[in-house]
């Protein structure tokens, strides 16, 4: 099941030629004009290959926990260290989200799996890979997102530090994967973050790479080494462009939701798991 670390980079290069022909095409570029940066993503930083038995390593993850819906209404109450909801087996993490209550309040239990910063896991631009195959579900609610170490900006909290969501997947809409950036300038509650998707008819029944480069000037998201979403640098100020400063890897699947729950939920579908074959983090190099 394990790819080989040595990686293909032809979309990121075509993405890197692109200004060059754009110059070409609009004329000689005038001397002393300056240059498009250019960067690679070749080296390795951080990385969890899951080849392993048990929980999940605790120097590379820890967790977040609780049922208080997670502002968006969801109905899991996220657990800590608990086989049934995470684990590594097989070659791979298992992330499972289960109809069953632990309290009054929670009809389902799942795990909300973020990334050490002490361990490694946080970086500040780079690329961050993960090959994933996702619950299908109507009312599954998957994702592989980004938050700040450090929530430093305005009054420190959501979302004007910033988010970025490598893969979002909502149970009713089958094959759609979404990606997107929210801030204090942009974000969902004011319906106009920036975001796109992309069909991946076999999301739920096969391995897919689910992937993102962040420079100082863009972030983008691929599927499988395509691109399909970009957000871009505006270079005015913090309030649109937060993404400066280290930010670490959540993976998790929720349960219902103002989003996942939109169309219902179906109870007889449990339980529900995401498997993830690995976790790469590259560090970004300027040329």
């Not at 969890?48 to 899991?76: A, H, I, R």
């Not at 998957?142 to 170490?149: C, E, F, N, V, Y």
């Not at 691929?222 to 399909?228: C, P, R, S």
Request: aromatic letters at 12%; proline letters at 6%.
């Amino acid at each position: 099941m394990k790819h080989p670390l040595k990686r293909r980079f032809s979309a990121a290069t075509g993405l890197l030629l692109m200004p060059c022909l754009m110059a070409s095409s609009l004329g000689p570029v005038r001397q002393g004009q300056p240059k498009a940066p250019r960067y690679t993503f070749k080296e390795l930083l951080w990385s969890d290959e899951f080849n392993y038995t048990g929980l999940p390593d605790s120097v590379k993850w820890t967790y977040d926990v609780g049922g208080t819906g997670w502002g968006n209404n969801e109905l899991q109450l996220y657990t800590k260290a608990r086989r049934e909801n995470a684990r590594v087996e097989n070659g791979h993490l298992v992330i499972e989200a289960r109809k069953e209550a632990l309290n009054e309040k929670n009809p389902y239990t799942s795990t909300r799996l973020v990334s050490r910063a002490k361990g490694g896991g946080s970086l500040t631009y780079g690329r961050v890979e993960v090959r994933a195959q996702l619950p299908g579900a109507r009312g599954i609610w998957p994702a592989i997102w980004m938050l700040p170490d450090e929530w430093k900006y305005g009054d420190k909290s959501w979302p004007a530090n910033g988010e970025i969501d490598i893969m979002e997947y909502v149970g009713y809409r089958p094959a759609i994967v979404q990606a997107s950036t929210h801030c204090k300038k942009y974000y969902f509650r004011t319906n106009n973050q920036k975001t796109d998707s992309i069909s991946v008819p076999t999301a739920t029944t096969a391995y897919h790479v689910y992937a993102m480069e962040w420079t100082p000037e863009t972030i983008s998201v691929f599927v499988d080494n395509k691109l399909y979403f970009t957000s871009r640098n505006e270079h005015s100020g913090w309030e649109a462009w937060p993404w400066d400063h280290p930010f670490h890897l959540l993976l998790n699947v929720a349960v219902g939701g103002d989003w996942g729950g939109k169309k219902g939920i179906d109870e007889a579908a449990f339980p529900q798991q995401m498997l993830v074959d690995y976790v790469r983090f590259y560090k970004l190099k300027q040329q």
